[in-house]
């Protein structure tokens, strides 16, 4: 991506693609992991996503955030995870954002690894290595947007008076 498209259209979203395991249903799968590349100060929120699985077409549509069930304080990035049974050996990955701008990448999946054919253009950066994903975490976020000071403004000092004496 040149450095004018990266000004047009930041990353927003990361993706990983990879093979997992279930050890508790003793079954396997492709994880696909969507976060944020915003880091959020007061809830680690869940990205709200409708799915749909179509021939060798996986879509994915975005709804916004949700905040967390537990009220305790969490910072990090807001994230969606699903694990796929059984997925064709070429997939495209369609991320629609609310706006109706998508990004799309191709797949293709093998037994042992998923590899990438090429990075999709846009909002989201797509990563089939685990340890890439997490190390890359920091150069791929965007620090939270600092929040506007709502409070007043102090009311200026009043002098003190002094009383003539009569």
Known sequence: MTMAAAQQHPVEYRLLVEHTEDELLKR??????????????????????????????????????????????????????????ELPKTLRFTLTKNDAVSAD??????????????QPDGFLKVYTDRELFERNRLADSRPPEPKPDHRRNAAPAKSPTTRKKR
């Open 28 to 85: 396997k799968g492709i994880l696909f992991l969507l976060e944020t590349t915003t880091q959020f100060t007061n809830f680690s929120y869940h990205i709200d996503v409708r799915e749909s699985l179509e021939g060798r077409a996986l879509r994915w549509t975005l709804h916004g955030l949700k905040a967390p069930s537990m009220n305790m304080p969490q910072t990090g990035t807001a994230q969606f995870a699903q694990v796929y049974g």
């Open 105 to 118: 990448a191709e797949l293709k999946i093998g037994t042992a690894s998923v590899s990438l054919a090429a």
